[in-house]
């Protein structure tokens, strides 16, 4: 298996701005140790997001490297102290090349998209409740012998399940009523 520096980054919140995404990506790469600084950084997209990717780059005191931009529609090379885009021949190898880094980056950031997103949606009612851990979850579904049946018990029911003490069965049924959810 090849060594690879892929990294998976994560971001809670995100505001649009370019400049903003660029230099929290770039200080969040900074704390994941890279063996060797690339000798080519290829930002995906057009004029603005070089700027950004520069300005960024600059803001954290990177080391100096040749960077692009391509941008998709017209797969036009944006290069830094030029104004306009350098035009390649679509049968160019350079162009192709930099078309194949763009399609790898993409195909490795969806694939991630993917896997985040199964995974969110394999979520449960039981991982928002407190005082629910793995044992109780399993001793409630035993008990109701479903979610939705959970989620229709009284309190009564609730405090009858075997291995959930009254309290706690009490305080998962204000959860429950408090968020709307049953």
Partial sequence: M??????????????????????????????????????????DGGKG???????????FDLPRVAVVALAKR??????????????????????????RIRDEAHRFAIGF?????????????FDD????GPARRRAILRHFGSAERFLTATQEELEGVPGVPAKTARAIYAQLHKAGRA
């Fill in 49 to 59: 997001q070089l700027s950004a990717a520069l300005a960024a780059m600059q803001a």
């Fill in 129 to 132: 409740l407190q005082g629910v």
């Fill in 113 to 125: 998209h993917r896997q985040r997103r199964e995974t969110r949606s394999f979520g449960s009612i």
């Fill in 2 to 43: 090849p060594l690879t520096f892929y990294r998976h980054l994560s971001f809670k919140t995100m505001r649009n701005d370019s400049l903003d995404r660029f230099g929290t990506r770039l200080e969040r790469l900074q704390k994941v140790r890279v063996a060797a600084t690339p000798n080519l950084v290829v930002v």
């Fill in 74 to 99: 017209d797969e036009e090379v944006f290069v830094p102290g030029r104004a306009d885009p350098v035009r390649l021949s679509r049968h160019s190898p350079a162009l192709q090349l930099l078309q």
